[in-house]
Nanobody, 128 residues
Framework: QVQLIESGGGLVQAGGSLRLSCAAS????????MGWFRQAPGNEREFVGT????????NYADSVKGRFTISRDNAKITVYLQMNSLKPEDTAVYYC?????????????????????WGQGTQVTVSS
């Protein structure tokens, strides 16, 4: 069982930056692929980015490439989402998710249905 708690959301002006954190419980976090997703009002939840448990493989949605960066610290059992050059269209509730993948240190996934555990979400609001 893994519990995920996101933090770091808030209100920021367009062009600004935020760093989201996702703290996990559980001794096997180091073999979990992690993902970030977001959901804006009236929209379906969408993929933002993912990182393998080895930390060397990442993938991002086209809409955030070059602006967002995912990283993880397995010792701190935390994954981060650094968001730069924020735009009003980035406004959403951001969720982190975890998928057990001990067989492949480079496994990543952009599919919501792949993930086993989800956090409660943190609100990010970007004003114009």
């Amino acid at each position: 069982q893994v519990q995920l708690i996101e933090s770091g959301g808030g209100l920021v002006q367009a062009g600004g930056s935020l760093r989201l954190s996702c703290a996990a419980s559980g001794r096997t976090f180091s073999t979990y692929t992690m993902g970030w997703f977001r959901q804006a009002p009236g929209n379906e939840r969408e993929f933002v980015g993912t990182i393998s448990w080895g930390g060397r493989t990442t993938n991002y949605a086209d809409s955030v490439k070059g602006r967002f960066t995912i990283s993880r610290d397995n010792a701190k059992i935390t994954v981060y989402l650094q968001m730069n050059s924020l735009k009003p269209e980035d406004t959403a509730v951001y969720y982190c998710a975890a998928k057990s993948a001990p067989w492949n240190s480079r496994y990543i996934s952009s599919w919501e249905s792949d993930y086993d555990y989800w956090g409660q979400g943190t609100q990010v609001t970007v004003s114009s």
